[in-house]
């Protein structure tokens, strides 16, 4: 928002050149963060004028132009409010009267405002690409209608779109492919990861484009032109640790109370002592997360006053000395829990640093606060690539104290033992070391999860049928068998040995949609999603809804493998 400001104050001086479409910033994400339709936005603000806290809310908080409040902390007027939600208007806004964007803030959160005004830089998450199928309006942002179709397309963290989610994603794409190549958009797509193996493959089964790869390799490893090893300054230094003959839990304690006595008992000051005085935590699972804060409150200050029997002893009695970094923390305590760990130590002057900053692999992508250079890693990460993305959070301050990385093995694990076997090979080559992704997005099962949302998306946005009770008007016809083929063609790049099973599987897919839609009465017409009647079957149900359905189909990209049941047979012991 910061950047999108400037460039619409520039259009509008040269609106001539530059035209009446206002550069602006969209975000489309899930409704546990922004609120999805107008009513809910109205409802929300409704809430937070009325002081009652919300998980929910509207992100920008103050105006990226001038810095005044947007949303106030404090009760204040209704015209203190930047923002406007009412049934048929969402309008964010700076209160300052003196601020250029007094009338209108280029910035939009709402899903219903941003399908009727599509911005110009749209932020989403890969969990919204469900709602395609669900809903036509989507489109907007593909070029449907009187929008442009986007130009380019940049997906941070390739690495993560890989196993079940980027085989499930794969079929979205090539979705979204056809649409735009459709209203003439082949957009250039972006994407940066730093731990990633086999990209040429990965790229082909999501994007369906060849890899060209930035910046290129250099006559040299430590000089590729664009990049210059600096061996002037230290880097992160990695230990292993493993204790024989203690259990998991009793080596947490003693490794995490050394490293928390470490900066007193080496007389660390200034920019030093605040870089390790918060340990970043990794936890493998949210069972071991559990742990860690229970032995945090107990177990580690009574190991810590055994070690440091003279002087200042560290108690974590504070309730913001240990900070959870997890999934189980809701969309606004989030920034709270990043606002705490950007707090650096006061040295008695102040509310002090976080102690121990608990976390998952939440953290791997995304957090950036420099201050941090002291991480215990519990157990080795189930990849490399998790590792390296997991342990690259501290020691990021360019000139700062170098990262330091313990990680912490169980004997009783063989995968830890192995690692701390081959501790220094495997660091020394890390990278070497990052596993192939995979992608099969045309694999049957696969297909049978997701092929016939790609092809409702396609029938919403290119055959007519946008409406809810459209669905009920689908006959084959010439440009359904067009879709066919593209769809194939699309299949036979990534995967050829799968082009001729999913032509087949698009073939029945098209006789159950018209024979479904041919067998219902005039007046109980077949429809996507909301039936008159609960009993009335429908084209598309939610997995494990117990409403009749023709399709199951995913309404979220969280969780996108199925389950599957395991019986053992055999005595019990």
């Given at each position: 928002a910061a950047l999108i400001c400037p460039l619409e104050l520039l259009r509008r001086g040269t609106a001539e050149t530059l035209g009446n479409e206002p550069v602006s910033i969209g975000m489309w994400v899930g409704g546990g963060t922004t609120p999805n339709t107008l009513f809910k936005a109205r409802d929300l603000l409704a809430e937070l004028q009325a002081g009652r806290t919300q998980e929910e809310g509207f992100i920008l908080e103050l105006c990226p132009w001038c810095g005044t409040e947007v949303v106030p902390e404090s009760p204040v007027e209704e015209d203190d409010w930047g923002i406007v939600a009412t049934a048929t208007e969402f309008n964010m806004n700076c209160p300052n009267q003196r601020c250029p964007f007094h009338f209108r803030l280029p910035v939009s959160v709402v899903d219903e405002d941003l399908y009727d005004h599509p911005p110009t830089f749209l932020?989403?998450?890969?969990?919204?690409?469900?709602?395609?199928?669900?809903?036509?309006?989507?489109?907007?942002?593909?070029?449907?209608?009187?929008?442009?179709?986007?130009?380019?397309?940049?997906?941070d963290e390739l690495h993560t779109i890989s196993g079940p989610l980027g085989t499930v994603a794969g079929l979205y794409e090539a979705a979204f492919?056809?649409?735009?190549?459709?209203?003439?958009s082949r957009p250039k797509v972006i994407a940066s990861t730093a731990t990633i193996n086999r990209a040429d493959e990965q790229v082909r089964g999501l994007f369906d484009r060849d890899v060209f790869l930035f910046p290129p390799s250099g006559m040299s490893h430590k000089d590729s032109f664009f990049v210059h090893f600096d061996d002037s300054v230290p880097g992160r230094r990695y230990v292993g640790v493993m204790a024989q003959s203690h259990s998991p839990t009793t080596s947490n304690v003693h490794t995490t109370a050394a490293l928390l006595c470490a900066p007193l008992d080496l007389g660390l000051s200034g920019a030093s002592l605040d870089a390790y005085w918060t340990l970043v935590a990794y936890q493998?699972?949210?069972?071991?997360?559990?742990?860690?804060?229970?032995?945090?409150?107990?177990?580690?200050?009574?190991?810590?006053?055994?070690?440091?029997?003279?002087?200042?002893?560290?108690?974590?009695?504070?309730?913001?000395?240990?900070?959870?970094?997890?999934?189980?923390?809701?969309?606004?305590?989030?920034?709270?829990?990043?606002?705490?760990?950007?707090?650096?130590?006061?040295?008695?002057?102040?509310?002090d640093a976080v102690s121990i900053a608990v976390c998952t692999n939440m953290i791997q992508v995304g957090l950036d606060i420099q201050r941090l250079s002291l991480m215990l890693v519990n157990g080795q990460p189930k990849s490399t690539?998790?590792?390296?993305?997991?342990?690259?959070?501290?020691?990021?301050?360019?000139?700062?104290?170098?990262?330091?990385?313990?990680?912490?093995?169980?004997?009783?694990?063989?995968?830890?033992?192995?690692?701390?076997?081959?501790?220094?090979?495997?660091?020394?080559?890390?990278?070497?070391?990052?596993?192939?992704?995979?992608?099969?997005?045309?694999?049957?099962?696969?297909?049978?999860?997701?092929?016939?949302?790609?092809?409702?998306?396609?029938?919403?946005?290119?055959?007519?049928?946008?409406?809810?009770?459209?669905?009920?008007?689908?006959?084959?016809?010439?440009?359904?068998?067009?879709?066919?083929?593209?769809?194939?063609?699309?299949?036979?790049?990534s995967d050829p040995r799968e082009a001729a099973a999913t032509r087949a599987h698009l073939q029945l897919l098209v006789d159950q949609w018209q024979t479904e839609a041919a067998s219902r009465p005039?007046?109980?017409?077949?429809?996507?999603?909301?039936?008159p009647a609960e009993d009335q079957r429908r084209l598309l149900k939610r997995f494990r809804s117990k409403l009749p359905g023709l399709w199951p189909t995913l309404d979220s990209m969280r969780n996108v493998d199925s389950d599957t049941l395991v019986k053992v047979n055999g005595e019990r012991t």
């Open positions: 932020i989403g998450t890969i969990d919204k690409f469900a709602r395609f199928a669900w809903d036509a309006r989507p489109g907007a942002f593909l070029g449907t209608g009187n929008f442009p179709g986007p130009s380019l397309i940049i997906q492919d056809l649409v735009m190549a459709h209203s003439g493998n699972s949210l069972k071991e997360v559990g742990k860690t804060r229970n032995i945090a409150r107990d177990d580690i200050p009574a190991r810590m006053r055994v070690i440091r029997t003279t002087g200042q002893v560290r108690q974590l009695d504070r309730s913001d000395d240990v900070v959870e970094l997890t999934s189980n923390l809701g969309a606004n305590e989030i920034p709270k829990a990043l606002e705490l760990l950007e707090r650096g130590h006061s040295n008695g002057q102040g509310p690539s998790e590792y390296i993305q997991a342990t690259s959070r501290v020691g990021r301050k360019t000139g700062g104290p170098p990262g330091l990385v313990v990680a912490l093995y169980s004997a009783a694990k063989p995968r830890d033992r192995s690692h701390y076997e081959s501790f220094k090979p495997y660091h020394a080559s890390i990278y070497r070391s990052v596993e192939p992704t995979s992608v099969t997005p045309w694999a049957l099962p696969a297909r049978k999860r997701a092929l016939h949302a790609t092809f409702v998306i396609l029938a919403r946005q290119l055959l007519g049928l946008p409406e809810d009770a459209d669905a009920d008007r689908f006959v084959r016809s010439a440009q359904v068998d067009n879709l066919i083929e593209a769809i194939v063609t699309r299949a036979a790049n005039d007046d109980k017409p077949l429809h996507y999603e909301h039936e």
